[in-house]
């Protein structure tokens, strides 16, 4: 379910985090240019948070993307804004997140940063699986390669189990896959979402994966995994 900020602490937290996340994925070679984006779902819950987020001088404006975001109504999305860097998040997260609120229907950005270009697909696999408070995309080397040598879902799947145990404990059903699709096309948020609705990891071949978990941690975590899995995965064939 989505994370629940409800202490004094709460927004230095949530800076906090974006900061390590984007450390994480800046150190790790995961991210590169302006590659990479992730987000966190706060409940109704914590909706007072708000009032630390939205700047005097700035106006609230619409979203719109053409999706049915009721399921999130009271909700509060931050993500990365589109062209950041992951050593710009990492030294200056509060610079590099925009802040939306879901209000009766209608997505508002709180703080008039520019979300990313994934955000459709962010807001589509939040509503596809509640059970979901973060979603971490990126672009490891390893796991994008191995996507592609390994010709199918089954293939590449098996592949992954027989490289680690620890893979098959916490990936019970496997990994999702998707064949290519346009980077932040409608179609890309709509695949995306299906899939969260069986697996917590998403495969967006030739162009990297998507991670959802209860929080930014566990999601990285996954990828982190699974990339580690596709590296052994390929040493095995060479």
């Given at each position: 379910?989505?994370?629940?900020?409800?202490?004094?602490m709460?927004?230095?937290?949530?800076?906090?985090?974006?900061?390590?996340i984007?450390?994480?994925?800046?150190?790790?070679?995961?991210?590169?240019?302006?590659?990479?984006?992730?987000?966190?779902?706060?409940?109704?819950?914590?909706?007072?948070?708000?009032?630390?987020?939205?700047?005097?001088?700035?106006?609230?404006?619409?979203?719109?993307?053409?999706?049915?975001?009721?399921?999130?109504?009271?909700?509060?999305?931050?993500?990365?804004?589109?062209?950041?860097?992951?050593?710009?998040?990492?030294?200056?997260?509060?610079?590099?997140?925009?802040?939306?609120?879901?209000?009766?229907?209608?997505?508002?950005?709180?703080?008039?940063?520019?979300?990313?270009?994934?955000?459709?697909?962010?807001?589509?696999?939040y509503?596809?699986?509640?059970e979901?408070?973060?979603?971490?995309?990126?672009?490891?080397p390893?796991?994008?390669?191995?996507?592609?040598?390994?010709?199918?879902?089954?293939?590449?799947?098996?592949?992954?189990?027989?490289?680690?145990?620890?893979?098959?404990?916490?990936f019970?059903?496997?990994?999702?896959?998707?064949?290519?699709?346009?980077?932040?096309?409608?179609?890309?948020?709509?695949?995306?979402?299906?899939?969260?609705?069986?697996?917590?990891?998403?495969?967006?071949?030739?162009?990297?994966?998507?991670?959802?978990?209860?929080?930014?941690?566990?999601?990285?975590?996954?990828?982190?995994?699974?990339?580690?899995?596709?590296?052994?995965?390929?040493?095995?064939?060479?």
């Amino acid at each position: 379910m989505p994370i629940m900020y409800n202490n004094n602490m709460e927004r230095k937290k949530i800076i906090d985090d974006f900061s390590k996340i984007a450390t994480l994925l800046y150190e790790k070679n995961y991210s590169e240019g302006f590659g990479g984006n992730f987000s966190i779902c706060i409940s109704k819950d914590a909706k007072h948070i708000l009032k630390d987020y939205c700047l005097k001088d700035i106006n609230p404006t619409e979203i719109n993307l053409d999706i049915d975001v009721d399921p999130l109504n009271n909700d509060i999305i931050i993500i990365t804004t589109t062209g950041s860097r992951m050593y710009e998040v990492k030294d200056s997260a509060e610079d590099y997140i925009s802040v939306l609120f879901i209000d009766n229907g209608t997505i508002f950005n709180m703080n008039g940063k520019v979300p990313s270009s994934e955000l459709k697909a962010h807001i589509a696999s939040y509503i596809a699986n509640a059970e979901i408070g973060a979603l971490v995309h990126t672009h490891p080397p390893y796991l994008t390669a191995a996507s592609n040598i390994f010709d199918s879902k089954k293939n590449f799947n098996k592949a992954l189990i027989d490289s680690h145990a620890e893979f098959n404990l916490v990936f019970k059903d496997g990994i999702g896959i998707l064949e290519t699709i346009t980077p932040g096309s409608d179609k890309l948020a709509e695949k995306t979402a299906e899939k969260f609705k069986t697996y917590p990891l998403v495969i967006w071949k030739n162009h990297g994966v998507i991670s959802g978990a209860n929080d930014l941690f566990t999601a990285f975590d996954y990828i982190d995994i699974v990339e580690k899995c596709s590296k052994i995965a390929l040493m095995k064939i060479v």
